[in-house]
């Protein structure tokens, strides 16, 4: 079932050769959850470097979690559904996720649950859908729209956490008592229930299938173009032309208001293209004056 340990020059820890060490250093260098999210990353039978990089990336996920919960749960707004074709796009894309890992709790592949959370966390949550919804999040111009955001962020979080627990158990538990022990009546994250599609089935599917897909794409080409140009990408822009094809546009139309407002922009005008093999949008920005 388990592999060996092997050292940093991937021979196998032992006694005999003097290469073993104690778990205890390690702990006080890198924190229990990063030692976890070490041993969880090697598949059933597979051999496990003590790779220094791996602890750092561990600990790297820790701060995320707790930086990424102190930003959801300062997030304000009337309750209300969660009505936006973005906000639907990205629990649908939750849903998926629930799933995956789900099923490779089920089969004992950990590091496949770990790898698919982690990869949905960095790219889709925090890399992308919160900085898409910034604005709307904070709008006072827009409440139906706030609140929608607020409470998919918030609901993103919930089920995140709940997924990354048996691997990183200290940090989740300490985001999960903010707010979410008092809600839920589960004083403790390892007390509540592991989470399933069928709580997140009342929440509508999206009107357009690749919605979610087409605005990390999007917002991804704004970030690319504003680098290229010398801009700070939090620049506020006068103009932004996307280039795409027909498709393109069409899976953009319901959530192009978000986009345009991460992007630093008002709207965005289409500009007829053919898609590249790595970009699927070209942005074209003209910033506003100072």
């Known amino acids: 079932i388990s592999g060996w340990v092997l050292d940093p020059d991937r ?37 496990a470097t003590h790779d220094e990089s791996i602890f750092k990336i561990g600990g790297k996920l820790v701060t995320k979690i707790y930086n990424a919960g102190k930003f959801v749960l300062a997030q304000t707004a009337d309750e209300g559904p969660i009505v936006n074709e973005l906000d639907r796009a990205f629990i649908a894309e939750l849903k998926e996720l629930v799933v995956v890992a789900t099923q490779a709790f089920e089969r004992f592949e950990f590091s496949i649950a770990l790898q698919e959370t982690e990869k949905f966390f960095w790219g889709a949550f925090t890399d992308n859908y919160i900085e898409l919804i910034k604005r709307r999040s904070r709008s006072e111009d827009d409440p139906q729209g706030r ?3 607020v409470a998919t962020l918030r609901l993103g979080l919930n089920v995140v956490l709940r997924l990354f627990a048996p691997i990183v158990p200290t940090i989740t538990d300490e985001v999960w008592s903010w707010v979410f022990a008092e809600e839920t009546g589960d004083s403790s994250i390892h007390l509540t229930s592991w989470p399933t599609v069928a709580e997140l089935a009342a929440i509508p599917a999206p009107e357009v299938t690749g919605s979610f897909s087409a605005a990390c794409d999007a917002i991804s080409a704004i970030r690319k173009s504003k680098s290229e140009s010398g801009m700070s990408l939090n ?18 139309r319901l959530v192009r208001k978000d986009v345009a407002a991460a992007g630093g922009a008002d709207d965005i005008s289409f500009v007829s293209g053919t898609p590249t093999s790595d970009w699927r949008y070209t942005a074209h920005v003209k910033p506003l004056e100072d």
């Open 235 to 252: 620049r506020e822009l006068l103009t932004l032309d996307l280039e795409t094809d027909e498709a393109g546009e069409h899976d953009l």
């Open 11 to 47: 021979k196998k820890m032992s006694k005999s050769k003097g290469n073993a060490v104690t778990p205890i250093e390690t702990l006080d260098r890198f924190g229990a959850d990063a030692v976890r999210y070490w041993s969880a990353s090697f598949r059933l039978g597979s051999d």
């Open 147 to 149: 609140a929608s955001a």
